[in-house]
């Protein structure tokens, strides 16, 4: 937390830190380029709009949660595409 306060010059007055939740060994931190039908991810606002792009993404997290056993964190670029009405079937 420390380095990480750091880097964004920002001192955080309550802090937690729980090392013995999760060995390291069972996190993978990385970002996807291309999804499951090759087109590239790429998150910007014209992209996102789109329904080629959100079928990829929503292609790539259902695969990934059906090989991921025990669950998965995913990121988005904005709070706007998890406020979207479910319209696909591999939307939850």
């Known amino acids: 937390m420390d380095s990480f306060s750091s880097e964004l010059g920002v001192k ?4 937690l830190e729980a ?8 996190v993978w931190v990385g ?7 090759g087109r590239k991810l790429c998150a910007t606002f014209q992209n996102t709009e789109t329904y080629a792009f959100q079928d990829e993404v929503g292609g790539l997290l259902l695969h990934v949660c059906q090989v991921m056993a025990k669950g998965v964190l995913c990121f988005l670029p904005s709070y706007k595409p998890q ?7 591999w939307e939850l």
């Open 12 to 15: 955080f007055s309550i802090q």
């Open 19 to 26: 090392n013995h939740v999760i060995n390291k060994s069972q």
């Open 31 to 37: 970002t996807v380029g291309t999804g499951p039908q």
């Open 83 to 89: 406020r979207q009405p479910p319209e696909k079937p």
